[in-house]
């Protein structure tokens, strides 16, 4: 029988050497483990915040791609933007490119805002794409500008109201359905109503702005600069060019210009325009208005062709709500709208006079009597000699009334058609002149021999300051 003392003993030495091994092979683990792993700093850092992170030197686009997302803002966010220096490519920064789109697509003055610094030196043009039609997309820039610039930059657009060109200003009335009054004025500044103005100032009737700018606004940008674009050219005040600008916008559908050419030029519009431009007007004039009845009257009692009359009976018709008869008949529409005297002037008392039957069959061939007046053909042969009778009448139309209230076109005949009254009649002879940069009154009134007084009562000046790009009317 083994001893109990013995068993203990080698128990525990069993136990011990077990353990030693296990703290050797734990040794050895541990080691392989730290030999392999990389050493530790002295100290660790942390991650910075990203308020706190240093911004990267460029954005990751291109010059093309920030282009793209700039043009779809609107203008207010773009204004936004004007002060962020973010490079972008070729050493164009984030304001570089937001500036060139306010001005490319907003129409933002860049002159104007630059007033009394130096205006941009430098100008690049960069391709971001394609348009529609296949041509390239093309962008202005305007590198090179200071910090002082830029911020004039910033605060003329963030106080001024309507930091737009005059083009802007247009095509913002455009869009809107009510226009701002604000904006209305604006563009009454502009050198392209001051000069659209300043034509209709001639006319016999005066005409308001605002008769004025629905003219404008119903037509397109590419007119008013082209006629802007010619008056600085030839200076022309002429009647003439007055009846052709509101031709130019009737046959761009501007029921505004139709409107006015029977306010100033009515007569003109009667007996002087070719039936493609009296059918055009009587088109326009939709609505029920005392110009366009005593219009659409005063073309159905004239020597036109059918197509003018059948136009203006059409027109009457639909002023009383009434349906055209499949078949015309301009007896009838006579009848109807002129020797019944149906249509009733608003504003006016007395409904519009049916000439007699003798007026309504033109034309009609009449001689000339030696007492000037003009007879039927049948009296007037009688009262002829023999030999006068073979003679080949004359054919001419037969004259009619003028209302008083008409308005009348004078000095539009040639000189040499002018009756002596009207040829010693003396013609009042003005100058139409542009200011450029750098004038003044003294300059123009000394370059122009001419009072400066005369020249700001000419033009209703209320100070010395002319602003470039206005013209003057000098005396």
Do not use: C
């Not at 990203?50 to 686009?61: G, M, N, V």
């Not at 997309?137 to 090179?144: D, F, S, V």
């Not at 009647?239 to 050419?261: E, G, N, P, V």
């Amino acid at each position: 029988m083994l001893d109990p003392l013995s068993q203990i003993r080698k128990l525990t030495t069993s136990l011990m050497i077990s353990g030693a091994l296990n703290i050797i092979l734990l040794v050895i683990f541990f080691y392989w483990t730290i030999k392999e792993t990389i050493p530790t700093p002295y100290f660790e850092l942390k991650p910075a915040n990203k308020q706190e992170q240093q911004l990267p030197l460029a954005l990751d686009h291109s010059n093309s791609d920030v282009i793209r997302y700039l043009r779809i803002l609107p203008i207010e966010r773009l204004i936004a933007r004007l002060n962020q220096t973010q490079l972008i490519e070729n050493g164009y920064t984030l304001r570089d490119l937001t500036l060139a789109s306010l001005v490319d697509i907003h129409h933002f003055d860049l002159g104007r805002a630059l007033m009394g610094y130096a205006q941009p030196d430098q100008k690049r043009t960069i391709i971001y794409g394609k348009r529609r039609n296949g041509q390239n997309a093309e962008l202005t820039i305007y590198p090179g500008l200071s910090e002082k610039q830029f911020q004039a930059i910033i605060n003329f657009a963030t106080t001024e109201r309507w930091p737009l060109t005059s083009q802007g200003l247009f095509l913002a009335m455009q869009k809107q359905k009510t226009i701002a009054p604000s904006l209305v004025d604006s563009f009454f500044m502009t050198p392209e109503f001051l000069a659209v103005e300043m034509l209709f100032g001639r006319a016999e009737i005066p005409v308001e702005k605002k008769e004025l700018l629905q003219t404008v606004i119903e037509g397109d940008w590419a007119m008013l600069s082209t006629f802007v674009e010619q008056q600085r050219m030839h200076q022309d005040l002429s009647t003439a060019r007055r009846q052709r600008f509101l031709l130019d916008y009737i046959h761009h559908k501007s029921k505004a210009a139709a409107l006015l050419m029977l306010k100033t030029d009515e007569g003109v519009a009667v007996r002087k325009l070719d039936d493609s431009q009296v059918i055009a007007i009587l088109s326009l004039l939709d609505e029920r208005s005392l110009e366009g009845e005593k219009f659409a009257i005063s073309l159905l009692t004239s020597p036109r062709s059918d197509a003018v009359w059948k136009a203006a009976a059409e027109r009457l018709y639909a002023y009383v709500g009434e349906s055209m008869p499949e078949k015309y008949h301009h007896h009838a529409a006579l009848s109807r709208f002129v020797s019944k005297s149906s249509i009733m002037v608003a504003s006016d008392t007395s409904p519009v006079t049916a000439p007699s039957q003798a007026s309504l069959t033109v034309p009609r061939k009449l001689f000339a009597s030696t007492s000037g007046e003009v007879a039927p053909v049948g009296e007037q042969i009688s009262k002829l000699p023999a030999r006068a009778k073979s003679s080949s009448p004359v054919t001419r139309p037969v004259t009619r009334s003028i209302p008083a209230n008409r308005p009348l076109v004078h000095n539009i005949l040639p000189p040499a058609m002018r009756t002596q009254e009207q040829a010693a009649r003396p013609v009042k002879r003005e100058r139409f002149y542009v200011v450029q940069d750098g004038d003044s009154l003294w300059k123009i009134a000394k370059r122009f021999n001419v009072d400066i007084d005369q020249i700001k009562a000419n033009n209703r000046l209320d100070s010395d300051f002319l602003k470039p790009g206005r013209p003057l009317v000098i005396p």
